[in-house]
């Protein structure tokens, strides 16, 4: 049984910093992509952030390149997203999710087929 646990989130102001978690399970930890995905009350939910064990490696949304950093470590079986200079628009629920084939293709275009329950985020101004 595959199983994702965000947690992390919190309350902050704006400019702060949050390293948010995703813990995996069910699944062996050296093929995958994992991606990080956020969203707010009343809009779409939105790529944030993927890594993947092959092939395409990492990818950034614009609206996050320099201040978010994702990385991995398989021996936890866990990925991290390090969010620095945090803002208002960066306020939503923030979910991991998982594909096992190690291509960022599948995260690119939101077709992962596990997913979190999520963790919050609130940036305040």
């Known amino acids: 049984e595959v199983q994702l646990v965000e947690s992390g989130g919190g309350l902050v102001q704006a400019g702060g910093s949050l390293r948010l978690s995703c813990a995996a399970s069910?699944?062996?930890?050296?093929?995958?992509?994992i991606g990080w995905f956020r969203q707010a009350p009343g809009k779409e939910r939105e790529g944030v952030s993927c890594?993947?064990?092959?092939?395409?490696?990492?990818y950034y949304a614009d609206s996050v390149k320099g201040r978010f950093t994702i990385s991995s470590d398989n021996a936890k079986n866990t990925v991290y997203l390090q969010m620095n200079g945090l803002k208002p628009d960066d306020t939503a629920v923030y979910y991991c999710?998982?594909?096992?084939?190690?291509?960022?293709?599948?995260?690119?275009?939101?077709?992962?087929?596990?997913w979190g329950e999520g963790t919050l985020v609130s940036v305040s101004s």
């Open positions: 999710a998982y594909h096992p084939y190690g291509s960022t293709w599948y995260c690119l275009g939101g077709v992962m087929d596990y």
């Open positions: 069910g699944f062996t930890f050296d093929d995958y992509v």
């Open positions: 890594i993947s064990s092959s092939g395409g490696g990492i």
